[in-house]
């Protein structure tokens, strides 16, 4: 059910043509961009010390534009590194990120809230084919088996509205939706038992709040559950407090989330974090017709209101 | 004038937020009417219902509120223009995240009650009281707070017989 385990029984390799082409597009587009001035730094993914793995990397220097690199590796997603809360990570002047469709929508997501501004950043937007779970292997090639679960979901392969879009999709096999399942399974549960599953899964939270410090819209500089005077979250990994940080961390990002999936991705303890987001978004989308896209809104569905909306709960 | 007392296994404690100036005045036009409302309900005055952040409610469960009522102005009534128009949407939002969770909605009551509403606050207390009566104390909350709690397990039947030797 988690990542990790989560081996499909047929692994078919993926195609994975494309991540060359790619790979060569932003190159050189990088060097292009760095050479006449346009951008001061691209952030994009160069490879990791271990063969198969990449790492984010800052380019400043066009001679260093061959570094950058497109895999099915490039897990992170790099829009925060453009928030306020890395603001001393990338020098000043206009920027250029390389993002995936996904990434892609955390960016929208930043500029609606005001923290970007889209003339001071330079989208190098890439087809994604998908990139690897958490639990695959290094090294190893690209399959049905070891695909991130929000890849086997995913509606954004072809980015629209970057300043550069590169590479040209392959055709990809229709895969499962392996988290709508589980989606569908926890809601067919009675509540009792979605409290036991949730209660099971938070129990191994260990509060390292990783999943806080990777998400594009935690930029807050003082977090909620961090302040102890009045203490609104107990900060010790004890269940209660466990409880209060996820459900609280879901509220905070409902109508902002944009689905990265990043949080589950770095969770060290497999807690399956994205299906909070994805019910919170879901909500969303039922109530106030809203879903995070690629085009900024000024106004999150819980930051407007409208004179109709739904009060049957409310008496 | 008191009507017979009614003796009851189990008395639900309910925390209401409500606001100051529809609600608190509500709950006040009840008291200064002389209305009869079970004292089960523990009134807690925010400026807005805007101002009611869903910590609340979850803080509200973990210390031991068997139920909770967030009561705030009509649509269109609130003080401060739009407030509780921003509440409605997120507690349509958190009573969602709140169900996934697996929390019984029962335990949770939303309302509207103005100032002029002291009857209609005390229908909502004791529909509310009645209905927690019901359902029992809630333990889902009260049993993480003292799970893997050193306190919490000090009065385990061994540690009882241990005390009492000393």
Partial sequence: MNNTAQKLETATPLDTSCYAAVTD?????????????????????????????????????????????????????????????????????????????????????????????????????????????????????????????KCRECTVHTPEGADLTAGTLPSLPELTPVEAEEMARLDAMTPAERWAFWKEQFSRCVRCMACRQVCPFCYCEQCLCDKNRPQAVESTPRPAGNMAWHIVRAMHLAGRCAGCAECERVCPMDIPLNLLNRKMALEMKELYGFEAGLTPVEKGPLAEYKDNDDQSFIK | ?????????????????????????????????????????????????????????????????????????????????????????????????????????????????????????????????????????????????????????????ELQEAYKAI
């Fill in chain 1, 25 to 149: 597009a932003i190159r050189k587009e990088a060097s292009r961009i760095l050479t006449d001035g346009t951008v001061t730094a691209v952030v994009g993914y160069k490879a990791g010390r271990r063969a198969g793995t990449t790492m984010p990397a800052i380019v400043t220097d066009p001679a260093k534009a061959t570094e950058l690199i497109f895999s099915p590796a490039c897990v992170n997603n790099l829009a925060l590194y453009l928030t306020k809360a890395k603001k001393d990570v990338v020098k000043k002047g206009r920027v250029a990120i390389v993002a995936k469709g996904c990434d892609m929508r955390a960016l929208a997501g930043l500029m609606g809230e005001s923290q970007l501004k889209r003339e001071e950043i330079f989208i190098i937007g890439v087809v994604c084919a998908g990139v690897k779970g958490s639990g695959a292997v290094n090294g190893e090639p690209l399959t049905t088996g070891n695909l991130a679960r």
């Fill in chain 2, 1 to 157: 004038m008191h009507a017979e007392k009614q003796k009851h296994d189990f008395e639900p404690k309910i925390v209401a937020f409500v606001c100051t100036w529809c609600t608190y005045a509500g709950a006040d036009l009840a008291g200064t009417s002389r209305m009869q409302y079970p004292s089960n309900v523990r009134v807690l005055k925010f400026p807005c219902t805007g101002r009611i952040d869903p910590v609340f409610i979850l803080r509200a469960f973990q210390r031991g509120a068997d139920g909770v009522l967030v009561s705030g102005c009509h649509p269109g009534d609130c003080h401060y223009m739009a407030g509780n128009l921003h509440a409605r949407r997120r507690f349509a939002a958190f009573r969602g995240l709140l169900d996934f969770v697996g929390v019984d909605l029962n335990r949770l009551q939303f309302s509207w009650v103005s100032a002029a509403e002291g009857g209609k606050w005390v229908d909502v207390v004791t529909e509310l009281t009645e209905r927690i009566r019901a359902m029992g104390p809630m333990e889902e909350f009260k049993a993480l707070e003292t799970e893997e709690c050193w306190s919490g397990a000090l009065a385990t039947p």
